[in-house]
C-alpha cells in the first residue's frame, strides 16, 4: 500500500513556472512508476508525465514536451513536475499516480487527492 499527497499548486500568470511535489508513504517510491495526470472542469482526465521505476525513462504528452518535466528522489519518496512556460489551457488539478508497472503508459493503482493549479491570462 502507499499513499500520495500532492501540493504545490496555485494561482500564477500565463508564462510563470511552478512546481508541484508528490510525497508517497508506505512502500518505497522506487517500487513505482510514478506519473502526473490532470483534470479541468468538464474534461476527462488525461496524461501528462510518467517516470519509470526501472531506470527512471520518462513519457511527456504532447501539450507537455519542452515545458515540463518530470523528475523523482527516491531518498524523499517524492516525485516532482516542474511546469515553465504555463498557458490557461494548463488550469487544472494535478494528480499524482502510483503503478507497480515497468512502463509509464501503463495503469495505474494508486492516486493522490490532487492540487489545483489555476494560470490567469
Known amino acids: 500500500q502507499v499513499q500520495l499527497v500532492e501540493s504545490g499548486g496555485g494561482l500564477v500568470q500565463a508564462g510563470d513556472s511552478l512546481r508541484v511535489s508528490c510525497t508517497a508513504s508506505?512502500?518505497?517510491?522506487?517500487?513505482?512508476?510514478m506519473a502526473w495526470f490532470r483534470q479541468a472542469p468538464g474534461k476527462e482526465r488525461e496524461f501528462v508525465a510518467g517516470?519509470?521505476?526501472?531506470?527512471?525513462?520518462?513519457v511527456y504528452a504532447d501539450s507537455a514536451k519542452g515545458r515540463f518535466t518530470i523528475f523523482r528522489d527516491n531518498a524523499k519518496s517524492t516525485v516532482y513536475l516542474q511546469m515553465s512556460s504555463l498557458k490557461p489551457g494548463d488550469t487544472a488539478v494535478y494528480h499524482c499516480?502510483?503503478?507497480?508497472?515497468?512502463?509509464?503508459?501503463?495503469?495505474?493503482?494508486?492516486w493522490g487527492q490532487g492540487t489545483q493549479v489555476t494560470v490567469s491570462s
Open positions: 499516480a502510483a503503478g507497480r508497472i515497468d512502463d509509464p503508459r501503463g495503469s495505474y493503482d494508486y
Open positions: 508506505g512502500r518505497t517510491l522506487n517500487s513505482y512508476t
Open positions: 517516470i519509470s521505476r526501472v531506470d527512471s525513462s520518462t
